[in-house]
């Protein structure tokens, strides 16, 4: 039922910043915790962050930790996720994530009910 939409993706050097974005439909965004995972060329879909409902708390996959930071703002509907020091191992499709828990952090694809269509980010050397 809830519709999510990434978006801010792009080609980026090596060491460079890149912000995205995923906005979400409905008037309901405020009541869940929200996720960004990762899915490179032939690789799994992995955890990159996760944010409780109010946004008061946060947590990171550990090669990201440090480098990116995700946020929301609950009046725009929208979650954030600012990658900076990019590396060529970064490299993936992002997809933004609902889960229905508020106060959840999981790191787990099966705790998530909703989906983007992912946005492509691509690191060069």
């Known amino acids: 039922q809830v519709q999510l939409v990434e978006s801010g993706g792009g080609l980026v050097q090596a060491g460079g910043s890149l912000k995205l974005s995923c906005a979400a439909s409905?008037?309901?965004?405020?009541?869940?915790?929200m996720g960004w995972f990762r899915q490179g060329s032939g690789k799994e879909r992995e955890f990159v962050a996760a944010?409780?409902?109010?946004?008061?708390?946060?947590t990171y996959a550990g090669s990201t930790k440090e480098r990116f930071t995700i946020s929301r703002d609950n009046a725009k509907n929208t979650v954030y996720l600012q990658m900076n020091s990019l590396k060529l191992e970064d490299t993936a499709v992002y997809y933004c994530?609902?889960?229905?828990?508020?106060?959840?952090?999981?790191?787990?694809?099966?705790?998530?009910?909703?989906w983007g269509q992912g946005t492509q980010v691509t690191v060069s050397s």
């Open positions: 994530a609902k889960n229905p828990r508020p106060y959840s952090l999981s790191q787990r694809t099966f705790e998530y009910d909703s």
């Open positions: 944010i409780t409902s109010s946004g008061a708390s946060t």
């Open positions: 409905g008037r309901t965004f405020s009541t869940y915790s």
